[in-house]
């Protein structure tokens, strides 16, 4: 349209836009005052703003999680809710892994033994005040909740 700028809009926000605009549409061609301009851009502006967030809400009205399951299921995985009692990224390992959360202190054991054979591997990412043996001892201790 000649004299309108229009950043980032979508053509049913400009009809929209259009729709409320009191101006003459004469053959494609677009006559308005310079005031009628900037109403418009506002119109089409909140038009747009408008149409974002019915976007957003068609987008957190269903299950918030729907794409991570998506990607989830292609590896044979899926998204389930895990006891938080200290234990849950033990659960989750059998959970995804055996298809039952009732072997995390086994999970929990080989996971210890695991990075205590390959300590190079994961001594640097330890940042706490514990030496690798005490944290490696800590990690190996089964939560009671």
Do not use: I
């Not at 004469?26 to 967030?53: G, N, Q, Y």
């Not at 990075?115 to 591997?121: A, E, K, S």
């Amino acid at each position: 349209m000649p004299g309108l700028t229009v950043l980032d809009t979508t053509l049913p926000a400009v009809l929209t836009a259009l729709q409320t605009w009191p101006s003459v549409v004469h053959a494609s061609r677009l006559t308005a005052s310079p005031m009628s301009k900037k109403r418009v851009e506002r119109e089409v502006r909140a038009a747009h703003r408008r149409a974002k967030k019915e976007r957003q809400a068609d987008l957190s009205s269903g299950d918030d999680f729907a794409g991570l399951n998506t990607q989830l299921g292609t590896l044979g995985l899926a998204l389930r809710k895990v006891e938080g009692d200290g234990n849950c990224l033990f659960r989750a390992l059998g959970d995804q892994g055996d298809g039952g959360q009732g072997e995390h202190a086994r999970h929990r054991a080989e996971v210890v033994r695991y990075m205590r054979d390959h300590r190079d591997d994961f001594e640097p990412f330890v940042e706490d005040d514990l030496s690798w043996d005490e944290h490696l001892g800590s990690l190996g201790e089964v939560e009671t909740g």
